[in-house]
RNA sequence: UGGGGUAUCGCCAAGCGGUAAGGCACUAGUUUUUGGUACUGGUAUUCGGGGGUUCGAAUCCCUCUACCCCAUCCA
């Protein structure tokens, strides 16, 4: 786990710290209507690993309320995610359906407190009542029902008396609710469909507003983590938590970011219409990013994990570069893979000075992975290479095999090319080459030096294997439709060669084929007769990318420029009171808008003006500290009143105390509604302006941190405020920082 | 257009008034019988823009801009 705390974490913690919690409880709770992706995956390392973080548990949750689009299958391939993962839920899957009679009975409830009414309006009257975003709604007509009507009626629903859409449960809210969300929302509806579960007992059943947080609260879950979209949600959660008046504790929603990964989709729908249209061979291809798909590909389950711990949790919309996933499972089989060699595209190379046969002795791990296992490779005349490892006309950063250039056989000999052989068309089809027999891995006394080492196999004792090599899937970042597909996500090598061993012997199913990738034996299709190898990441080359980088041309970065907006006008009077502000008050212009734009903040300012003539220093601390404690509470709502102002401003002005106390007194007035002075009393707050006893400490401070002085006294000049703050500190914030910054710089000359 | 969110390096992401963490990517070098790994260095005078408050602002205030979510009887 990541000592560093992400925005959740913090909020566990606080709420255990204060008690609103008293154990962490979380659950992942996925429709079962389609695949888990791997942004599944981030939400179960979150909320699994939040509970065991702290020592809480979590549920696995299927929230199965729409009987139409969910089906077994996919509550199996849901449990199957987690598990893979590693994890354990608590008990049983849990089922929102499991909960249907107790949600039924809150609906009851709801209706009797005349909080919820069966509608009958039509599904298109509905949608037209609602309103627009910027018009609010107006109720139904049949909102006004009485509540033993509401009953009959909702219990007949729930008989099946009537048919889908004819009536329905809403929540008696707004309907002119800023959030449209808060707009009398939909409870209940009358499906007539046979439920995977539950099969045929319901035909009402329960919207996701009114079905979750009871699920939630059910369950005892203490935080109820979700993605993004359902920030508007939230207000319904806790209206129906707080309107129901249930018992506490009671869980509460976050949000945090879904993930996005370039290169790829990640949505349900657009993943299911690349199954369906067949574009890809079906769930678990190993090109999506479903984990079926992840875990068909050879990725484990460690790289997926780590993978989400590096990736962190914010509120921020973001799109993760693949090369991170990339570096995860390369870093992960790295140091636990076997390495065997593998030729892809082979190119003959014959041997003409040797005319024997051997097993080399090759161990499986190099040198800086430290594991033991080795396995025999034969070796005779007729061997395969890889075409790209030799090139007739090759620049001189090319270090494998060329007509001047020997190169080693990685475990084996040094060779030299001697003669190419071309077919009439004039492609390269073999290489006659010689050997040095003292050049063997291991006893080289040959001295040849070469600059590098390439993998092989022998021609007759290899064999042919099928390797797929996958690439991402969509050849933009951002893909739309089945346009941006990349035409090459497949290339299917129906004859590359590989070492007798990794068959025979069969050391691991994960491979590291030398200087390639990583690959995996495919866990359907392969078999000893035919064995068939995934790639699951291609090694990090600077040589291919060296190449490769000469095609794309990077877009150049414009640094857009940025058009202020029109700012709304002033009233007449707010223009009169910025007028009086700036002219006759001397307020800066900035202060004199901000104040002369708000009624509350000005009539504040007005108030404690009247107490204590200092408009300027009067109106920054208003302007600033009052006006945010205004954002969030009414005026009358503040623990302190105008005159309290007035009085921190006189003793900041007469010197009793710095800007900086007065941050730290302003805190105390807004918990304790105490006045300043009695604050500044009371905690010892007045401000040390002695240099005589500045100076002691700030020498302590420069003995403390000769580093830092050296750097500043190298130019770092921004370090002035890192000793300043030191000081700061260590008075407790009391010593009068124009004086420690004076006295600071002049010791630091 | 109303409401709710979000903006810190090419991509993620810490930071919550006192020296701009970390990872990926990139890059230079060392080691290397993998152009891999490992190791060592280099990468934001600046935090979406502009103002203001402060000795000191990514952090507080004002304002503008951009992007995301909300008008399914989906979740």
């Known amino acids: 786990m990541s000592e560093r705390k992400d925005f959740l974490r913090t909020i566990v913690e606080e709420d255990l710290k204060s008690g609103k919690c008293k154990e962490v409880v979380t659950r992942f709770p996925p429709e079962p209507n389609g695949f888990p992706h791997i942004g599944h995956a981030k939400s179960i390392a979150i909320n699994f690993g939040i509970a065991r973080d702290y020592n809480g548990y979590c549920n696995l949750r299927m929230d199965d309320t729409n009987p139409t689009k969910e089906d077994t299958k996919y509550a199996q391939a849901l449990e199957d995610a987690v598990k893979w993962l590693g994890f354990e839920w608590k008990g049983d899957v849990r089922h929102t359906s499991d909960y249907f009679h107790q949600i039924y009975d809150y609906a009851i409830q709801l209706i009797k407190m005349g909080k919820a009414y069966v509608d009958s309006l039509q599904e298109d009257e509905i949608r037209e009542y609602r309103g627009t975003v910027t018009e609010a709604g107006k109720r139904s007509k049949y909102a006004n029902r009485s509540i033993e009507e509401n009953l009959e009626l909702f219990e007949r629903m729930k008989k099946g008396e009537f048919k889908d859409g004819e009536h329905i449960l809403r929540a008696k809210i707004d309907m002119s609710a800023a959030n449209m969300k808060m707009r009398d929302p939909l409870m209940y509806r009358i499906r007539h469909a046979e439920h995977f579960r539950a099969g045929d007992e319901w035909c009402v059943y329960p919207m996701y507003d009114f079905a979750h947080c009871l699920s939630d609260y059910i369950e005892g879950v203490s935080h109820s983590i979700c993605t993004l979209e359902f920030e508007n949600n939230r207000d319904i959660y806790n209206w129906v938590l707080e309107t129901l008046n249930l018992t506490p504790p009671r869980p509460y929603q976050h949000e945090f970011a879904r993930l996005g990964i370039n290169y790829t989709v990640m949505s349900k729908r657009k993943l299911l219409e690349l199954v369906e249209s067949k574009v890809v061979s079906g769930w678990d291809d190993p090109r999506l990013p479903t984990i079926a798909g992840y875990k068909r590909r050879g990725y484990t389950p460690e790289s997926i994990l780590t993978f989400c711990d590096q990736i962190g949790i914010a509120k921020a919309n973001s799109m993760v570069d693949v090369s991170q996933l990339e570096f995860c499972i390369r870093d992960d089989l790295n140091p636990k893979v076997p390495r065997v060699m593998c030729v892809l595209e082979p190119l003959k190379i014959t041997i003409t000075n040797y005319d024997a046969k051997e097993d080399i002795d090759a161990s499986y791990y190099p040198h800086d992975v430290p594991k033991e296992g080795s396995r025999k490779l034969p070796f005779s005349s007729e061997i395969y290479i890889e075409r790209d490892d030799f090139m007739e006309d090759a620049p001189k950063d090319y270090f494998r095999l060329t007509p001047t250039q020997s190169v080693r056989l990685k475990h084996a000999y040094i060779i030299t090319c001697k003669e190419i052989i071309k077919d009439d068309e004039g492609n390269i089809i073999e290489i006659k080459a010689e050997y040095s027999a003292e050049s063997k891995s291991g006893s080289d006394t040959s001295g040849i030096k070469v600059k590098s080492a390439i993998h092989w196999v022998d021609a007759k004792e290899s064999k042919e294997v099928e390797v797929r090599v996958y690439d991402r899937l969509f050849s933009v970042e951002a893909p739309a439709d089945e346009q941006d597909l990349n035409p090459n996500s497949l290339k299917v090598i129906k004859n590359a060669r590989i070492e007798p061993a990794v068959i025979e012997q069969k050391p691991d199913v994960r491979f590291q084929f030398e200087r390639q990738g990583y690959f995996y034996a495919d866990p359907i299709d392969y078999s000893d007769a035919k064995p068939v190898f995934n790639k699951i990441v291609g090694l990090k080359g600077s040589w291919d990318k060296k190449t490769k980088q000469n095609e794309p041309t990077t877009k150049p970065q414009v640094?857009?420029?940025?058009?202020?907006?029109?700012?709304?006008?002033?009233?007449?009077?707010?223009?009169?009171?910025?007028?009086?502000?700036?002219?006759?008050?001397?307020?800066?212009?900035?202060?004199?808008?901000?104040?002369?734009?708000?009624?509350?903040?000005?009539?504040?300012?007005?108030?404690?003006?009247?107490?204590?003539?200092?408009?300027?220093?009067?109106?920054?601390?208003?302007?600033?500290?009052?006006?945010?404690?205004?954002?969030?509470?009414?005026?009358?709502?503040?623990?302190?009143?105008?005159?309290?102002?007035?009085?921190?401003?006189?003793?900041?002005?007469?010197?009793?105390?710095?800007?900086?106390?007065?941050?730290?007194?302003?805190?105390?007035?807004?918990?304790?509604g105490k006045s300043p002075n009695k604050i500044v009393q009371e905690k010892g707050l007045v401000q040390i302006s002695d240099p005589d006893v500045i100076a002691p400490i700030i020498d302590d401070i420069i003995a403390k941190n000769p580093d830092n002085v050296s750097k500043f006294k190298a130019g770092n000049t921004k370090l002035l405020g890192f000793f300043v703050g030191q000081v700061l500190k260590s008075t407790g914030g009391k010593a009068n920082p124009q004086v420690v910054n004076k006295l600071v710089a002049q010791k630091l000359q």
């Open 559 to 672: 640094k857009k420029e940025q058009i202020d907006g029109e700012v709304v006008a002033m009233t007449a009077s707010e223009q009169a009171l910025f007028q009086r502000y700036t002219d006759t008050l001397k307020l800066n212009s900035e202060v004199a808008n901000t104040l002369a734009r708000d009624a509350q903040l000005s009539s504040f300012y007005e108030e404690a003006l009247s107490t204590l003539n200092s408009p300027i220093s009067l109106a920054n601390i208003v302007t600033n500290e009052v006006a945010r404690e205004l954002k969030q509470m009414q005026v009358n709502e503040l623990k302190f009143n105008p005159s309290q102002i007035a009085e921190l401003v006189s003793i900041i002005d007469d010197g009793t105390i710095s800007n900086k106390i007065a941050k730290q007194v302003f805190e105390e007035m807004l918990t304790s």
